[in-house]
T-cell receptor
Framework: DAGVIQSPRHEVTEMGQEVTLRCKPI?????LFWYRQTMMRGLELLIY????????DSGMPEDRFSAKMPNASFSTLKIQPSEPRDSAVYFC??????????FGQGTRLTVV | AQKVTQAQTEISVVEKEDVTLDCVYE???????LFWYKQPPSGELVFLIR??????QNEISGRYSWNFQKSTSSFNFTITASQVVDSAVYFC?????????????FGQGTTLQVKP
C-alpha cells in the first residue's frame, strides 16, 4: 500500500493567494483527518470526515479555510486568501474505525 | 477536558543508554485510546503503538516498551539501548473511544537526541 499521499510537499505562496492542499487516503479507510503543526500550537486537528461527510470542523481556524471530500479517495484543504500566519505543516491522515490513524508526509506551507 | 502532557521537552542521551519518555493524560472518559507517534527529522509522523483503556498490559516490541498505568494516568515509553536512528520527536496522543480514534489530542512532544 502506498500510504497516505499528500501534494504538494512544499508550497510557497504570496499573501492573499489561494492555496489548495491535496490528500489521497489509504484505500479502504473511511475516515480522513486534516491536522496542522506549528511551533506555537503543536499538532491540532482542523477537520475530519467519515465516509466522505464532514463530522467535526471545530478546529478550522476561520472562514478562510475550507475542506472537501468529493469521494473516498480524495480530499482538499483550501485557504483563501492565505496569510503569513497560515504558514505551517499540514498533515492528512486516514484510518479505519477504532484503529490508529496513518499520516501522510505533510505539506510545508510558507506564506510570504 | 482531554489533555496530554509530555513534560520532557528535550532529552539527550549517548548511544546504548536506555531512555524513558513520559506521558500523562487527562480524560473523563472510561473508555479511550492512547498512542505514540514518532516524527523523525524527515518530518513524517510514524505510528508506533495503540493501547485501549481496558488493556493495561505492558507491551514490548524489540527495543521499545510501553508502560500503561491507569492509576497514575500515565503511558510511558522506554527505548532500550538507544541508537542514533532513534533521534526524533516523539508524540503521545489520546483519543476518545466514543468518537473517531483518529481524532487525536497530542502532547507537545519530546525531542530525543541520541549522540554517538
Amino acid at each position: 500500500d502506498a500510504g497516505v499521499i499528500q501534494s504538494p510537499r512544499h508550497e510557497v505562496t504570496e499573501m492573499g493567494q489561494e492555496v489548495t492542499l491535496r490528500c489521497k487516503p489509504i484505500s479502504g479507510h473511511n475516515s480522513l483527518f486534516w491536522y496542522r503543526q506549528t511551533m506555537m500550537r503543536g499538532l491540532e486537528l482542523l477537520i475530519y470526515f467519515n465516509n466522505n461527510v464532514p463530522i467535526d470542523d471545530s478546529g478550522m481556524p476561520e472562514d478562510r479555510f475550507s475542506a472537501k471530500m468529493p469521494n473516498a479517495s480524495f480530499s482538499t484543504l483550501k485557504i483563501q486568501p492565505s496569510e503569513p500566519r497560515d504558514s505551517a505543516v499540514y498533515f492528512c491522515a486516514s484510518s479505519f474505525p477504532r484503529l490508529e490513524a496513518f499520516f501522510g508526509q505533510g505539506t510545508r506551507l510558507t506564506v510570504v | 477536558a482531554q489533555k496530554v502532557t509530555q513534560a520532557q521537552t528535550e532529552i539527550s542521551v549517548v548511544e546504548k543508554e536506555d531512555v524513558t519518555l513520559d506521558c500523562v493524560y487527562e480524560t473523563r472518559d472510561t473508555t479511550y485510546y492512547l498512542f505514540w507517534y514518532k516524527q523523525p527529522p524527515s518530518g513524517e509522523l510514524v505510528f508506533l503503538i495503540r493501547r485501549n483503556s481496558f488493556d493495561e498490559q505492558n507491551e514490548i516490541s524489540g527495543r521499545y516498551s510501553w508502560n500503561f498505568q491507569k492509576s497514575t494516568s500515565s503511558f510511558n515509553f522506554t527505548i532500550t539501548a538507544s541508537q542514533v536512528v532513534d533521534s526524533a520527536v516523539y508524540f503521545c496522543a489520546l483519543s476518545e473511544a466514543t468518537s473517531n480514534t483518529g481524532k487525536l489530542i497530542f502532547g507537545q512532544g519530546t525531542t530525543l537526541q541520541v549522540k554517538p
